[in-house]
């Protein structure tokens, strides 16, 4: 069974700091991982995805993951917050590509000015 | 394009009451998924199809929830009858599956809150 674990279910950040959000996984095979983000009252948009190629995911909005094997872990991170990061960040697994997702229990991001 | 439509957006209703979710997947997928988000639960998948196909159904709560995929344009989730403990944003997603040249994104519509009084 693959399950996703997110560290911190809320994370605070300054304007212009770095943003760290971690994501950590288990699954009996090479999995397919991916980060969602969710604005208030909208549905989930696709950040970036991790689907064995390289292992520095690169996505939208200037976040970027990296896939670590031995730690089982696919970190997000952004250099520099902005207003409009706020919002909620799922990580996600799945086992086969077009198959269902096990997601975390998400990380609410609040930005200060 | 559209993207995934669901409707309606907001679903007041009483307990008891039949309650029909709607979704419309991006054309030419072929892959079309039924969450559901709560305070306490997170993210659940309820079900899935694929090509009009349900696969997996094992996160649907109990036999008053079912759900329907008569042709690759359109689901339904229906629950009946009502509680008020399935209070939630539901969201249908798609996607286009096919072996390797899958794109593997699922793509969520903007979701129905329920709210069962």
């Known amino acids: 069974a693959q399950s996703v674990t997110q560290l911190g279910s809320h994370v605070s950040v300054s304007e212009g700091a770095l943003v760290l959000l971690r994501c950590n996984y288990s699954?009996?095979?090479?999995?397919?991982l991916f980060w969602y983000v969710q604005y208030p009252n909208q549905g989930l948009q696709l950040l970036l995805k991790?689907?064995?190629?390289?292992?520095l995911v690169k996505g939208i909005n200037g976040f970027e993951a990296e896939f670590k094997k031995s730690e089982t872990s696919f970190h997000l991170t952004k250099p520099s917050a902005h207003m409009s990061d706020a919002a909620e960040y799922f990580c996600?697994?799945?086992?086969?590509?077009?198959?269902?997702?096990?997601f975390g229990g998400g990380t609410r991001v609040l930005v200060k000015p | 394009d559209a993207g995934v439509i669901q409707s309606p957006r907001h679903e007041v209703t009483e307990m008891g009451q039949e309650v029909t979710l709607r979704c419309k997947p991006i054309?030419?997928?072929?892959?079309l998924f039924w969450y559901r988000q709560t305070m306490m639960r997170g993210l659940e998948l309820l079900i899935y199809?694929?090509?009009?196909?349900?696969?997996?159904d094992s996160g649907m709560p109990e036999d008053r929830f079912s759900a329907k995929m008569p042709n690759a344009s359109f689901s339904t989730l229906k629950i009946q009858p009502s509680e008020p403990r399935d209070s939630a944003v539901y969201f249908c997603?798609?996607?286009?599956?096919?072996?390797?040249?899958?794109?593997?994104?699922?793509?969520f519509g903007p979701g129905t809150r329920l709210t069962v009084l």
């Open positions: 997603a798609s996607t286009l599956a096919s072996g390797g040249t899958s794109t593997d994104t699922q793509y």
């Open positions: 699954s009996s095979v090479p999995p397919y």
């Open positions: 991790y689907t064995s190629a390289a292992t």
């Open positions: 996600a697994v799945t086992k086969a590509a077009g198959n269902k997702l096990t």
């Open positions: 054309s030419g997928h072929n892959s």
């Open positions: 199809f694929n090509n009009n196909v349900p696969i997996d």
